[in-house]
């Protein structure tokens, strides 16, 4: 008997009929013995609803209120879920957060989970029920409701199968697993059947919308197997783990893009120990994330500083940066909001030659110019024009033969 | 500087601007130096959807998951309360049942409270805050959510107001007050300014629209005065409180109706020790309320016993009846489901002659018949055609001049 834990997305529980389909996964689950726990996202768009009805009220909703609020969104698909499993004569029970013992920061709105005291858990499993945990949420020392932020769910579905210490952690989304490029670009993109936890995060730009990296971090942290698969379809879905073969035929495993790329660069600074600190700092406190840092090196004790951020958020991100540079003695500043990135994500790509120059020919076949290239142990990235992202994933998907299944 | 306990029901805050109007309410009592401790429902009709999703996934969904669904209507209400006066400048702050400390045994569904810890409400004013409690909801010693089933969130205003030793529970709803009669019927009715708890309790009958029985019963038991008003307009409400006048001019207050009243005889029964509680436990059991019971006087040691209850209950009653009334030898079980009960209710009819004459004789003046009397210390209640409630309420309410205002 193995204990298993299932995530299941808003998208699986929007309707009391997907709710009914779920319910029965869960339970022929349960019918080859093995114990298991559910952990629930809010209905549908459930979610945004609720936060726009606090917008109504309030142009700044408080923090501590909103995650109250939100939080009721999965409180509702969990008591529906156990409702559903009781109507087909499984036993179950739903437990809030709270009571599945998710303690936290007091971060509203993206709390950190701090431990998890999952006594209640253990004693409802060993009654034979099938456990279903509200997602998304936590309660802090004080006994209020916080919620975990982005990836929230993902995040308590890995942290209870860590803390439970369960076999693996299936996580049910709206897509059949990780692919090898973006379905919606690359048509013959296929499905990998499993990948490393580090490559999982580096896909993080286009797979955040498969499993948060978050709970990518915390699976690879307690080495719990993440499998990612289609609540609609039969799919087998991709299995995250750290057990990936370490020879790999094709070491390029996927392509990752972003469209959503905009570039700052700071021209002419006088080069002097401090000044990415002076330029990094404030962008921080002012909640702006910065992706790609390069910066050329120096001459004349002169020299040019690049970064990238999300386009939405260049405009406050200007702000910041424009009065720095008049500061520390630098030119100007300057931006451009029509990028985008494409990376080649592979782990043993940093020992095996070959792979960096293959992209580059790729890419300069289509006649695609490169603005900044930077590189990981197991990832090469380069911010080209928005324009030719698209392009520039078909061939590299080409290129590295991954239209052709494992 | 008092405390006053609000309560706002479900169609008070329907939606975001209603929720603003009644902040705006709570922030003038506020603003005249007073501690404020709001109870609210759910947002309109949101308890009705939540049920009926339940229902889609199980058709008896389990009670404790149900009491777990139906309390996020609350908590939602609650917290966008919060977030609109925090809008307004207010500092005010939400709590569930549980954190109000609204201890309650587990009859899921329709929960008492059995006492209140109020040590965190006690500490949110002395901040200056201003108290949102989300109403109808409590907690089982083994931290499980319950509710508290019909009128539970009058009830937890009174509860509340009681255990803070509040001045008074104003009750704020979508009628001006009691009347003394159903307005819908009797377009001249009034509202009355006070009313006694006692004479409140035997209103319920339509009274029950406008403040639960339960709610009332405990204001009584703890001498909170409780205001019945509307947030809608600037009615000056009801006062329901212990210090009626003693001797009010006209002492009858009001004039109940029901038009939902099913009648069964149980014919020939031969009469001995017992036979009342064979046929009222089962009924009991069965989760059937009784209203008014009749028992004639025996003739022959043959008796005859008459009972009313709702109409919806009449098949499932006369199906527990008719075996019982079998084995204890009665002759027959008739039943009629066209009935309608009419009452009037004021202290001091006791001890004044000729209410019940002018009662009867107002009656027959219409040439309606009579089937069964009852009466209490303050009421006189006759069951009679439904076809001719409302003539009678009409008749009763000129012959006891009610029209005629305070």
């Known amino acids: 008997m193995a204990l298993i834990v299932q ?11 997907r709710i009914r389909t779920v319910a029965q996964r869960i339970a022929a689950t349960r019918d080859k013995g093995d114990q298991v ?35 009721t969104g999965e409180i509702v698909s969990s008591t529906l879920l156990a409702m559903a499993l009781h109507g087909m004569g499984y036993g179950a029970i739903s437990l809030t957060g709270a ?27 060993e009654k034979g029920n099938i456990v279903i945990v509200a997602g998304f949420q936590g309660i802090t020392e004080e006994m209020d409701v916080t919620t975990l932020g982005r990836g929230g769910s993902d995040t308590t579905a890995v942290a209870l199968a860590a803390s439970l ?20 670009l690359i048509p013959e993109a296929q499905t990998l059947s499993e990948i490393g936890y580090e490559e999982m995060l580096e896909l993080a730009s286009y797979g955040a919308k498969v499993v948060h990296p978050r709970a990518v971090e915390l699976g690879e942290l307690f080495n719990i197997p993440i499998l990612v698969a289609s609540s609609f379809t039969g799919s087998s879905g991709t299995l995250i783990h750290g057990g990936v073969s370490m020879e790999v035929r094709n070491k390029v495993r996927s392509i990752a893009h972003d469209f959503d790329v905009a570039k700052i ?12 600190v002076a330029i990094f700092q404030p962008l921080s406190q002012a909640d702006i994330s910065i992706d790609t840092i390069v910066q050329n090196a120096s001459i004349n ?20 940066v424009k009065p720095i540079a008049e ?16 990376s080649i994500i592979g782990t043993g790509m940093q020992n095996v030659p070959g792979y960096a ?10 006649g695609i110019n490169i603005q900044l290239i930077t590189t990981s142990e197991i990832r090469i990235t380069c911010i080209i024009d928005e324009a030719r992202v698209e392009g520039a994933v078909r061939a590299l998907h080409r290129a590295f033969e991954l239209e052709i299944a494992e």
Chains 1, 2 share one sequence.
């Open 165 to 184: 210490g369960a076999e693996i952690c299936q996580i049910y989304t709206d897509v059949d697993g990780v692919y090898t490029a973006d379905p919606s």
């Open 357 to 366: 120059a293959r992209m580059f020919w790729a890419l300069s076949e289509q």
């Open 37 to 71: 726990v559910v952990v629930v996202s809010a209905m549908g768009d459930t979610t945004d609803k609720l936060i726009n009805l606090a917008r109504q009220l309030s142009r700044q909703p408080d923090m501590r209120e909103l995650d109250r609020l939100l939080s």
């Open 99 to 125: 009571q599945a013992g998710i303690r936290t920061d007091s971060t509203y709105s993206r709390a950190r989970i701090q431990r998890i005291e999952s006594q209640r858990v253990v004693r409802e499993l």
């Open 301 to 320: 004790n002169i020299t040019d500083l690049t970064f990238t951020v999300a386009e939405s958020q260049l405009a406050r991100a200007m702000e910041v």
């Open 7 to 17: 995530k299941y997305g808003g998208s699986s529980v929007a309707d009391a009929e």
């Open 327 to 342: 500061s520390i003695g630098a030119r100007e500043c300057a931006s451009d909001s029509k990028l985008g990135k494409i």
């Open 265 to 276: 660069t700071v021209v002419g600074i006088p080069d002097h120990p401090g000044i990415a």
